[in-house]
C-alpha cells in the first residue's frame, strides 16, 4: 500500500468511527430525555427548574474531573487516581492558606501546580517505568490517599480558615445558573479547543487511535503520554478546590471513591476506553447523565446500594457499546479496503 492509499485508508476509518460516535452521543441524549420523561410521570417534582439546576451543579464538578480523564483515555491508559488527587489537593492547599493568610490569593495557582506534580508522577511510572496505566494508578490512588491521610493525622479543614471567595463561591448564581456550571463549560471549551487546535491535541488522538504507527512516524508518545496525566492532574487538583469550598469542613476522604463516577461519565459520553476517539464536550455530557440518575433515584427514596448498582451497570453497558461500535468500524473498513483491492 502506497503512503497515499494509507492516508485515505486512515480518513475513511476515521469517518465510519466519527459517524458511529454520533450515533452513540445521540443515543446517549435520547436515553437523558426518557430519563427526564420516566422520572417526571414518577415524580412530578423532578420536572422543575430548582431541580434542573440542581442536577446541572451536581454534574458540574463531576464533568471537570472527566476532563481529565477524558485526556488520559483518549491516549489509551486510564488514572484511577483522580479522586485521591482531588482530596490531597483541596486538604493540602487549603490548610496551607488558612495556617498562612498571605498564600490564601494563591490557591489556585498552588493547586494546579501540586496537581501537575501528581500527574506527572503518573506519566512516569506508566511511560519510562512501563506499568500498565492501571496498576500505576491504582498504587498511586493509595499513596495520594494515605499521604493526605498522613498529613490530616484525622483532622479537619474548617470552613472558618477557608478564602472568603471560596465560601461563598459554590452558593453564588451567575445569569440564573449556579458559578460551578459556568466555571465548568468554561474548562471544557478550553480543553475542547486545546485538542481540536493545538497540535498536542491532535497528536493525542493520533496517538490514541494507534500507538505503534504514531511511534513509528515520530511523534513523542512519551512526552504526548505525560502531557495527558499533568493535564489530568492540574483538572483533578481544579476539582478538588471546587469540591472543598463546597464542603467547607475538609477531611481526607475528600473525594474517596468518585472515580468510578468519573471514568462513568467518559465512558457513558462517547469517550472510547480503548482511545483516540470521543470529546471532552462527550464526558461533561456524560457527568450529567449521571447526576440525573443520581438526583431521580434520589428523589424516589432508592437506596444508595441499588444506585451503585445502576451505575456499574451504566458503565458496562456503555463499555460494551463501546466495542461493538469499535468492532463494526474495524469490520467495515476492512470491507470497503479488500473490494478497493479486487477493483
Same mark, same amino acid.
Given at each position: 500500500?502506497?503512503?497515499?492509499?494509507?492516508?485515505?485508508?486512515? $480518513? =475513511? #476509518?476515521? !469517518?465510519?468511527?466519527?459517524?458511529?460516535?454520533? &450515533?452513540?452521543?445521540? +443515543?446517549?441524549?435520547?436515553?437523558?430525555?426518557? /430519563?427526564?420523561?420516566?422520572f !417526571?410521570?414518577?415524580?412530578?417534582?423532578?420536572?422543575? %427548574?430548582?431541580?434542573?439546576?440542581?442536577?446541572?451543579f451536581?454534574?458540574?464538578?463531576?464533568a471537570?474531573?472527566a476532563?481529565?480523564? @477524558?485526556?488520559v483515555?483518549?491516549t489509551?491508559?486510564?488514572?484511577?487516581?483522580?479522586g *485521591?488527587?482531588?482530596?490531597?489537593?483541596?486538604? &493540602?492547599?487549603?490548610?496551607?492558606?488558612?495556617?498562612?493568610?498571605?498564600?490564601?490569593? %494563591?490557591?489556585?495557582?498552588?493547586a494546579?501546580?501540586?496537581?501537575?506534580?501528581?500527574?506527572?508522577?503518573?506519566?512516569?511510572l506508566? $511511560?519510562?517505568? #512501563?506499568?500498565?496505566s492501571?496498576?500505576? @494508578?491504582l498504587? $498511586?490512588?493509595s499513596?495520594?490517599r494515605?499521604?493526605v491521610?498522613?498529613?490530616?493525622?484525622?483532622k479537619?479543614?474548617?470552613s472558618?480558615?477557608l478564602?472568603? %471567595?471560596?465560601k461563598?463561591?459554590?452558593?453564588?448564581?451567575?445569569?440564573?445558573?449556579?458559578?460551578?456550571?459556568?466555571? !465548568?463549560?468554561i474548562?471544557?471549551?478550553?480543553?475542547?479547543?486545546?485538542?481540536?487546535?493545538?497540535? %498536542? +491535541?491532535?497528536?493525542?488522538?493520533?496517538?490514541?487511535?494507534?500507538? #505503534?504507527?504514531?511511534?513509528?512516524?515520530?511523534?513523542?508518545?512519551?512526552g504526548?503520554?505525560?502531557?495527558?496525566y499533568?493535564?489530568? +492532574? &492540574?483538572?483533578?487538583?481544579?476539582?478538588?478546590?471546587?469540591?472543598?469550598?463546597?464542603?467547607?469542613?475538609?477531611?481526607?476522604?475528600?473525594?474517596?471513591?468518585?472515580?468510578?463516577e468519573?471514568?462513568?461519565?467518559?465512558?457513558?459520553g462517547?469517550?472510547?476506553?480503548?482511545?483516540?476517539?470521543?470529546?471532552?464536550?462527550?464526558?461533561?455530557f456524560?457527568?450529567i447523565?449521571?447526576?440525573?440518575?443520581?438526583?431521580?433515584?434520589? /428523589?424516589?427514596g432508592?437506596n444508595?446500594?441499588?444506585?451503585?448498582?445502576?451505575?456499574?451497570?451504566a458503565?458496562?453497558?456503555? &463499555?460494551?457499546?463501546?466495542?461493538?461500535?469499535?468492532?463494526n468500524?474495524? =469490520?467495515?473498513?476492512? =470491507?470497503? *479496503?479488500?473490494?478497493?483491492? #479486487?477493483a
Amino acid at each position: 500500500m502506497s503512503a497515499d492509499a494509507m492516508i485515505a485508508h486512515r $480518513t =475513511r #476509518k476515521r !469517518s465510519f468511527g466519527g459517524g458511529a460516535l454520533r &450515533v452513540r452521543f445521540l +443515543g446517549v441524549f435520547a436515553f437523558l430525555v426518557l /430519563l427526564f420523561v420516566v422520572f !417526571s410521570i414518577l415524580d412530578p417534582r423532578f420536572l422543575t %427548574w430548582p431541580n434542573a439546576r440542581s442536577i446541572l451543579f451536581t454534574g458540574a464538578i463531576l464533568a471537570i474531573a472527566a476532563l481529565g480523564q @477524558t485526556l488520559v483515555v483518549l491516549t489509551g491508559n486510564l488514572d484511577l487516581s483522580v479522586g *485521591s488527587i482531588m482530596g490531597l489537593t483541596a486538604y &493540602v492547599v487549603f490548610d496551607i492558606a488558612g495556617k498562612v493568610t498571605a498564600l490564601q490569593p %494563591w490557591v489556585v495557582l498552588m493547586a494546579m501546580i501540586i496537581g501537575a506534580v501528581l500527574g506527572s508522577i503518573n506519566g512516569i511510572l506508566v $511511560t519510562l517505568l #512501563k506499568i500498565p496505566s492501571i496498576v500505576a @494508578t491504582l498504587g $498511586t490512588l493509595s499513596i495520594y490517599r494515605g499521604f493526605v491521610s498522613f498529613y490530616a493525622n484525622a483532622k479537619e479543614v474548617t470552613s472558618g480558615t477557608l478564602p472568603a %471567595w471560596s465560601k461563598s463561591l459554590a452558593a453564588q448564581i451567575w445569569l440564573g445558573l449556579p458559578a460551578y456550571v459556568w466555571i !465548568s463549560a468554561i474548562l471544557v471549551a478550553i480543553v475542547a479547543i486545546a485538542l481540536a487546535r493545538l497540535p %498536542w +491535541g491532535r497528536m493525542v488522538y493520533a496517538y490514541g487511535s494507534n500507538p #505503534k504507527a504514531a511511534r513509528f512516524y515520530g511523534l513523542n508518545s512519551t512526552g504526548i503520554v505525560i502531557g495527558a496525566y499533568i493535564g489530568a +492532574g &492540574v483538572i483533578a487538583a481544579i476539582a478538588g478546590l471546587l469540591l472543598g469550598a463546597q464542603v467547607g469542613n475538609i477531611n481526607s476522604l475528600l473525594a474517596n471513591g468518585i472515580e468510578l463516577e468519573v471514568l462513568a461519565a467518559v465512558v457513558i459520553g462517547g469517550v472510547s476506553i480503548w482511545g483516540g476517539t470521543g470529546s471532552v464536550i462527550g464526558a461533561a455530557f456524560g457527568a450529567i447523565v449521571l447526576a440525573t440518575i443520581d438526583n431521580g433515584l434520589v /428523589l424516589l427514596g432508592v437506596n444508595e446500594f441499588y444506585r451503585l448498582i445502576i451505575q456499574g451497570v451504566a458503565i458496562i453497558a456503555a &463499555v460494551g457499546m463501546d466495542a461493538i461500535i469499535q468492532r463494526n468500524v474495524h =469490520r467495515a473498513t476492512s =470491507r470497503r *479496503s479488500i473490494m478497493e483491492v #479486487k477493483a
